[in-house]
Nanobody, 115 residues
Framework: QVQLVESGGGLVQAGGSLRLSCAAS????????MGWYRQAPGKQRELVAT???????NYADSVKGRFTISRDNAKNTVYLQMNSLKPEDTAVYYC?????????WGQGTQLTVSS
């Protein structure tokens, strides 16, 4: 069982920056990938960014050049640095860890970007 705890959400003005963190605990073995997803009201959950165990990253087109995903393997933590935030980035952000025997999601953290 892998538990994920997100932190760092909040209210920020357009153009501002924020960093989300997601720490994993429990029976963590062979992490394949870590990722961030988001779900805005009335919309489906969508991928924001992922990073594999080999360090390969993938970003949604809407956040490329503004968001950066990074990880600290020693701390089993993944981060999402968000710059130049826009009102359309407003959503609940979820982290996700996938491994050989688990696919775990965090509880979500709210990000609200005011115009």
């Amino acid at each position: 069982q892998v538990q994920l705890v997100e932190s760092g959400g909040g209210l920020v003005q357009a153009g501002g920056s924020l960093r989300l963190s997601c720490a994993a605990s429990g029976s963590i073995f062979s992490i394949y990938a870590m990722g961030w997803y988001r779900q805005a009201p009335g919309k489906q959950r969508e991928l924001v960014a992922t990073v594999t165990s080999g360090g390969n990253t993938n970003y949604a087109d809407s956040v490329k050049g503004r968001f950066t995903i990074s990880r600290d393997n020693a701390k089993n933590t993944v981060y999402l640095q968000m710059n130049s935030l826009k009102p359309e980035d407003t959503a609940v952000y979820y982290c996700r860890f996938t491994g050989w025997n688990y696919d775990s999601w965090g509880q979500g953290t709210q990000l609200t970007v005011s115009s």
